[in-house]
């Protein structure tokens, strides 16, 4: 009995032993995938300047203003003086300096009334979003503004796509451009309730001035060899 015990006990004793060393080995692996990975940056971004209550250099509001400019998850953020110094050298108490919100500086939290500096930002992405060749896909033009909208929705374009890989798993960019007249969206002055790579294009006429969307086609940038 105290045999078949002790064996049972060796044989836990050797597993958790094994576990362990799969785990250093695993610990290993992946520390060793991290360093390898590479980081590219995007454009400089300034959106703001600190005349009102700071600057205000939001990824949201960036994304909103520069349509499949910002990839989707950044993983780090560098803001610096429009004159190039850094953050540290510029010296200002900032509110917020990170990749999900993006950068804030309150004039507020500067001591002796002083204004922010008027900062821009930019972002680290993974490749291939920065630096490598993009392709674009055909213009897509699912849809009218005659009902509620025009609504060029990526999941809707997808059903519509001749085989799967005809817009890639997850396009970079967007662009959206009128029918008629093939003007820029952003130049068109209307509201848009989606307009990004993962989503596609929505423009609902309840958001317009005017009641209605003009007639949009968009399309998808994507990495050249997906
Ligand atoms: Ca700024
Ligand atoms: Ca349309």
């Known amino acids: 009995m105290i ?20 785990g ?12 390898t990975v590479v980081r590219c940056w ?11 209550s700071g600057d205000w250099e939001t990824l949201s509001s960036l994304r909103r203003q520069n349509p499949g400019k910002i990839c989707r998850n950044p993983t ?13 050298a510029a010296g200002d108490v900032t509110y917020r300096n990170d990749p999900k ?27 291939p979003f920065c630096g490598g060749e993009v392709c674009w896909t055909k213009w897509y033009d699912r849809d009218n503004p ?13 059903q519509k796509a001749a085989s799967k890989d005809e817009i890639c798993e997850f396009p ?9 007249t093939n003007t820029p969206a952003m130049n068109t002055g209307q509201k848009f309730f989606a307009y990004n790579p993962t989503d596609g294009f929505i423009c609902r006429n309840k958001d317009q001035r005017y009641g209605k969307c003009r007639d949009y086609k968009v399309r998808y940038g994507c990495p050249c060899n997906h």
């Open 172 to 180: 970079l960019y967007i662009e959206a451009v009128t029918i008629d």
């Open 42 to 52: 995007t454009d400089w971004f300034d959106r703001d300047d600190p005349s009102g």
């Open 76 to 88: 780090g953020i560098e803001a610096q003086t429009l004159s190039g110094l850094s953050l540290l």
């Open 24 to 35: 250093l080995v695993l610990g290993k692996f992946i520390c060793v995938v991290k360093v």
């Open 146 to 158: 005659s009902g509620t909208g025009d609504w060029e929705q990526l999941s809707k374009q997808r």
């Open 101 to 127: 919100t993006g950068f804030i500086c309150r004039n507020k939290d500067q001591p002796g009334r002083k204004m922010c500096n008027d900062f821009r930002v930019r972002f680290v992405c993974h490749p």
């Open 3 to 22: 045999w078949i015990f002790t064996l049972q006990y060796s044989l836990f004793y050797l597993q958790l032993s094994v576990a362990i060393v799969v």
